[in-house]
């Protein structure tokens, strides 16, 4: 599986931006899509993620309603629309893959497999 993120920017406190992670390679329909963040000086830590064929999704508190994680399967591809955002959401944004967990999303580094590219966001005050 190839994962290749794109749609980070510069944008002032409040904005709005949309990421994107398209798939590609040998693609499971099954699998869980997720993303993660990490900021400078900071461990990558857990954004949100979806199951691909279920629509079951989970978010990082911090960013639940403000965050939304969407898919669009024809296209294999997962969005992060981020919307309010604050300083404190500079980060590198990665995309991962994981195996099918059943009902449980997971939110663990470890569990992902296949990793994306970073693309930065950069929120100004």
Request: proline share 3%.
């Amino acid at each position: 599986v190839q994962l290749q993120a794109s749609g980070g920017g510069l944008v002032q406190a409040g904005g709005s931006l949309r990421l994107a992670c398209a798939a590609s390679g040998r693609t499971y329909s099954r699998r869980v899509m997720g993303w993660f963040r990490q900021a400078p000086g900071k461990e990558r830590v857990f954004v949100a993620a979806e199951d691909w064929s279920a629509g079951r999704k989970y978010a990082e508190d911090s960013v639940k309603g403000r965050f939304t994680i969407s898919r669009d399967n024809a296209k294999n591809t997962v969005y992060l629309q981020m919307n309010k955002l604050k300083p404190e959401d500079t980060a590198v944004y990665y995309c991962a893959s994981a195996p099918y967990q059943g009902l449980t999303i997971p939110t663990t580094l470890g569990t992902y497999d296949y990793w994306g590219q970073g693309t930065q966001v950069t929120v100004s005050s």
